[in-house]
Nanobody
Framework: QVQLVESGGGLVQPGGSLRLSCAAS????????LAWYRQAPGKQRELVAI???????TYADSVKGRFTISGDNAKNTVYLQMNSLKSEDTAVYYC?????????WGKGTLVTVSS
C-alpha cells in the first residue's frame, strides 16, 4: 500500500506560479510511473504530466512549456512546477503513482487561478 499526500495548492493570479508536492509513503524510485492529473468542475479527470520508468516525460498539450514534473528520490516526493497559470488551469490536482501494476491516488489539492 502506498499513501500519497498532495500539498501546495491555493489561490493564485493569472500569470503566477505554484509548485505542487506529492509525498509518498514508499520509495518512488521503484514506481513504474509518477503522474499528475486534474479535474475541473463539471469535467472529467485528465492527465497533466507523467514520468515513465526510465525518466521519459509526457505533458498534456495545454500545459506544455508551462508545467514541469519532477521527482526527488531522496525525499520520495513528486513535484509539479506550474508557471504562467491561466484561469483554465483551475482544478483539483491529483498525484498518482503505479507500483507493481497497481495505481495509487492522493486525495487532491485545489488550485484556483483567479484575479
Amino acid at each position: 500500500q502506498v499513501q500519497l499526500v498532495e500539498s501546495g495548492g491555493g489561490l493564485v493570479q493569472p500569470g503566477g506560479s505554484l509548485r505542487l508536492s506529492c509525498a509518498a509513503s514508499g520509495s518512488i524510485s521503484v514506481m513504474s510511473s509518477l503522474a499528475w492529473y486534474r479535474q475541473a468542475p463539471g469535467k472529467q479527470r485528465e492527465l497533466v504530466a507523467i514520468i515513465i520508468g526510465g525518466g521519459g516525460t509526457t505533458y498534456a498539450d495545454s500545459v506544455k512549456g508551462r508545467f514541469t514534473i519532477s521527482g526527488d528520490n531522496a525525499k520520495n516526493t513528486v513535484y509539479l512546477q506550474m508557471n504562467s497559470l491561466k484561469s483554465e488551469d483551475t482544478a483539483v490536482y491529483y498525484c498518482k503513482v503505479r507500483r507493481w501494476g497497481i495505481d495509487y491516488w492522493g486525495k487532491g489539492t485545489l488550485v484556483t487561478v483567479s484575479s
